[in-house]
């Protein structure tokens, strides 16, 4: 990789001074504005959130007043949710997202480390029809989905929501995964098996943390799509007992065809946010970064 | 194909019968999960459903009249040109926003990059019927914050509805669509520009080239493969949008005005139980789909190998 990239770096470069990456205030001023690009972008992407936090800690009384602000705060729906079987939702929805993620994961890895690494028959067919799986709107599906799942007759819908969400989100992980192997160096491996690495041994300690940020991205992308699919988990829980149902499907119904429970809604959805955020958080500190250019030279 | 591999790989053990061992796993979870749900559709796209059909009777087989009804029909064809032109947009404009703020959390310290994520992941996370919901919200006519901030610089927009005039409409949607995908370019593409070597950054930077120069012919041509999925599957899934366009409808639209390929299917399935046209349009977009993607997923094929 080195030996491809530096020539074509140098060879465009036209007459100019080698710029100076440090030149103090105009560097610290640049690093000002970026930092502050970054608060702006957060606040727009948090407005919608301002807007949910206020009316999850509105008191019921002052709900249809006219101040953006109310007098005070009242967290109670925070309380009061739980007693509405959120707890077994919660705990759905951990399953349905967890048990797909996983699913995914143990699928996708070793499919999309062969196609990177080998081209074979079948190869492009392969990686096409995992990609037309995406091309079919799930709202279309719904009537196929219902038929097949309800004829399995499995005790709980949660067995057929991991599969369901597997399958939507498999395609994605096999190209991204497909993606970062491609770009580790083949020769990496290579040289873990001259020094007496097993090839697995090879794909596991060296190919593997590479593709960390892959896989990392993979993990998330499939834990929240399956973490607020909507569609599936509605109908394939119809019949179940509330709390067998996942967070989207109970939050939903809080949304009335005549009246909508504001608080308890805003409320179950900040609350669904919690184990997002906290994936996000263990995770995050595991992507390993730019290790890979500099091992071969 | 052996023929095919790379020479230097040529001299590896071949182990026969793994290629198949490694990806079956993930054809079998494919068709479990979805083989009959397409198969369903296909089928369906051929049956024509009535009256009759509500109340039990089997659905006859008429052919392609579906497909024939449907390419005869001139709604159809706004409601194409409608979804391909959202399409456009919504991809156009979470890519370039999702690539630019990739780039940022590249650059800035890691606690800013942090509070960046999380508040892209709460983005992200956030259940859409709950998104939805604090969307129409806040574009509300009465009591939404829009308005009253647009109103108090001195704008006319008091009491303005923002969901009665399509055009007004598909650009709240547009904006709610790019909200809810751009945390995802994002995360995606910042993952791929962690595998930037800092070094080789250095080296070009030492032999004299520029930011831009380094951009474009380092950056660039390490985090293509990651954009090139990316964008493709922004426009598929773009394309197929339909959960928000329904939820916004619900706040209040013309139904026929406002219509995209999603909420097209959804009306003629679920709404007039014509499943054997709802699979058609299913199946067209199916084909539009590939029509639109073909020539770009082949050139990616061919760029790998």
């Keep these: 990789m080195t030996t491809l990239v530096t020539p074509t770096a140098t060879s465009r470069v036209v007459a100019r001074p080698p710029s100076s990456r440090r030149r103090g205030g105009a560097a610290s001023a640049k690093k000002l504005i970026l930092a502050l690009a970054a608060y702006i972008v957060a606040i727009l992407f948090l407005l919608p959130y301002l807007e949910m936090v206020v009316v999850a800690g509105r008191p019921a009384k002052e709900l249809l007043s006219r101040n953006f602000f109310p007098t005070h705060f009242d967290w109670s729906n925070f309380a009061t949710i739980w007693s509405t079987g959120f707890g077994g939702n919660l705990s759905t929805s951990l399953q349905v997202a967890g048990g797909a993620t996983i699913v995914v994961l143990v699928v996708a890895l070793p499919a999309a480390y062969y196609t990177a690494r080998h081209r074979f028959r079948g190869r492009a067919l392969f990686l096409l029809l995992v990609l037309a799986t995406q091309m079919f709107q799930p709202a279309a599906m719904l009537v196929g989905i219902q038929r097949e799942f309800l004829g399995f007759n499995l005790p709980s819908p949660t067995l057929s929501l991991i599969l369901i969400n597997a399958g939507f989100n498999l395609a994605f992980a096999v190209w991204i995964l497909n993606a970062f192997v491609s770009s580790i160096p083949v020769e990496l491996e290579e040289a873990a098996v001259v020094d007496g690495c097993t090839r697995i041994g090879a794909m596991m300690r060296i190919t593997l943390p590479l593709a960390m940020p892959g896989i990392v991205t993979a993990l998330i992308f499939t834990f929240i799509s399956a973490w607020n699919e909507f569609l599936v988990a509605l109908t394939l829980t119809l019949s179940a007992p509330d709390s067998a149902r996942p967070l989207t499907v109970a939050i939903n119904s809080y949304v009335g065809q005549y009246s909508i429970d504001w608080g308890h809604l805003f409320a179950g959805s900040l609350v669904a946010m919690v184990p997002v955020v906290i994936l996000f958080a263990v995770i995050e500190g595991r992507v390993v970064s730019g290790l890979t250019a500099g091992a071969i030279k | ?305």
């Design chain 2, 1 to 305: 194909m052996t023929a095919d591999l790379a020479p230097k790989r040529s001299g590896r053990r071949r182990i026969t019968g793994t290629p198949y061992a490694l990806i079956i796993p993930a054809v079998a979870v494919l068709v479990l999960a979805m083989g009959y749900p397409l198969v369903w559709q296909l089928i369906t796209s051929t049956q024509q459903f009535g009256l009759a059909q509500q109340f039990g009777q089997a659905a006859p087989f008429v052919g392609l009249q579906n497909y024939i009804t449907l390419a005869t029909d001139p709604y159809m064809w706004t409601v194409v040109a409608r979804s391909v032109l959202f399409c456009a947009a919504c991809a156009a404009i979470t890519m370039v926003i999702g690539t630019l703020l990739a780039l940022l959390m590249n650059v800035v310290a890691r606690w800013v990059r942090l509070l960046l994520q999380i508040t892209l992941l709460l983005a992200w996370a956030m259940p859409v019927v709950a998104a939805m919901t604090v969307w129409t919200w806040l574009f509300n006519l009465r009591s939404g914050v829009i308005n009253w901030m647009l109103t108090a610089i001195g704008l006319p927009f008091h009491g303005h509805n923002w969901l009665i005039e399509p055009l007004s409409f598909f650009g709240v949607a547009v904006i709610i669509v790019v909200w809810m995908s751009v945390p995802f370019v994002a995360f995606s593409i910042y993952a791929g520009l962690t595998q930037v070597s800092e070094e080789v950054m250095e080296a070009a930077s030492i032999d004299g080239a520029s930011a831009r120069q380094r951009f474009f012919s380092i950056t660039v041509p390490m985090i293509r493969p990651v954009i090139a999925i990316v964008l493709l599957l922004q426009v598929i899934w773009d394309l197929r949008v339909f959960t928000q366009i329904k939820l916004l409808q619900t706040a209040g639209s013309v139904k026929s005005e406002t219509n995209l390929l999603g909420t097209y299917i959804y009306q003629l399935g679920t709404g007039s139980s014509d499943f054997g046209l709802a699979s058609a349009v299913s199946v067209f977009v199916l084909a539009l789909t590939i029509v639109i993607s073909a020539f770009y997923v082949r050139s990616m094929l061919k760029e790998e190998s």
